[in-house]
């Protein structure tokens, strides 16, 4: 059994930074990969990136350079948005990924881009 509850979502201008934070509660395995996806109004849910126990990351290529996933601890997830754009409104969700297993899910956090 896993909960994720992420934080930091909110309103930020065109080229504006926001952090994003999600803690993970319950049994969390080292093999775990965590990350963030996104889903903005009428798309569909996409990959924003993800990350090792061991801090390998993985991101979109729309992400790299602006975006950057940490890992400070087992259940916890961050991501620094910076250069923000409009197309980067979204609900951002959280995201653990356990072999043999559904993917868990948080509730969501909303970022609103304005231009």
């Known amino acids: 059994q896993v909960q994720l509850v992420e934080s930091g979502g909110g309103l930020v201008q065109t080229g504006g930074s926001l952090r994003l934070s999600c803690a993970a509660s319950g049994v969390i395995f080292d093999s775990d990969i965590m990350g963030w996806y996104r889903q903005g109004p009428g798309k569909q849910r996409e990959l924003v990136a993800t990350?090792?126990?061991?801090?390998?990351g993985n991101y979109a290529d729309s992400m790299k350079g602006r975006f950057t996933i940490s890992r400070p601890v087992y259940n916890i997830v961050n991501l620094q948005m910076n250069s923000l754009k409009p197309e980067g409104t979204a609900v951002y969700y959280c995201?653990?990924?356990?072999?043999?297993?559904?993917?868990?899910w948080g509730k969501g956090t909303l970022v609103t881009v304005s231009s």
């Open positions: 995201n653990l990924k356990r072999f043999r297993d559904a993917d868990y």
């Open positions: 990350i090792t126990r061991a801090g390998s």
